[in-house]
């Protein structure tokens, strides 16, 4: 790893407290669908009941990653400042929508899909951090996680244009 400036220690280290904050919210974003998904009132298919839990697998795999790479840092991803950031974000309308359990799944999946843009846009900021400053093992680890959230926004967009969750469940 290379040697950081102090800013850039610093900017890294925010980088990594609002990504975990972010992937921690996703994981209660995503358990928030699977229960609205499994809920047989909504009728969702197998298929996406499937892509919710796969999508809670990976958020759950972003957050160890986090905290391990903080911790690698000399960071305490246990620190009260990251649930703070973390229950701040909750309250942000497109999260607490998801969040609520009374929001049918047809309004929340458009929700969830707004959210993992912003997940997209957390990654490729480390990412471009990475690559400003050399760190290639750092780069290529982001962009992995960068791409499962580009593969995984995909895959839910196509279930929301698609229209196919039903009307009626909302
Ligand atoms: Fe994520």
Redesign the pocket.
């Known amino acids: 790893m290379p040697t950081l400036t102090r800013a850039q220690e610093e900017k890294l280290a925010r980088l990594l407290a609002e990504r975990l904050a972010a992937?921690r919210l996703?994981v209660r974003l995503y358990e928030a669908a699977a229960a609205k998904a499994e809920d047989p009132r909504a009728a969702a298919s197998g298929e996406l009941q499937a892509l919710v839990r796969l999508h809670l697998a990976?958020?759950l795999e972003?957050v160890s990653f986090l905290e391990g790479r903080m911790r690698a840092l000399g960071l305490d991803p246990a620190a009260p400042e990251e649930r703070e950031l973390e229950s701040e974000l909750a309250q942000r309308g497109l999260f607490d929508l998801i969040l609520r359990a009374q929001e049918p799944l047809a309004r929340t999946l458009p929700a969830l899909l707004g959210a993992g843009m912003l997940?997209h846009a957390g990654w490729h900021a480390l990412v471009v951090f990475a690559n400003e400053t050399g760190d290639v093992e750092a780069r290529d680890a982001f962009r992995r996680?960068l791409w499962?959230?580009h593969e995984h926004l995909e895959r839910l967009r196509a279930i929301v244009s698609a229209g196919r969750v039903r009307r009626e469940a909302a």
Do not use: V
Request: glycine share 0%.
């Open positions: 992937e996703a990976l958020e972003h997940d996680r499962e959230e």
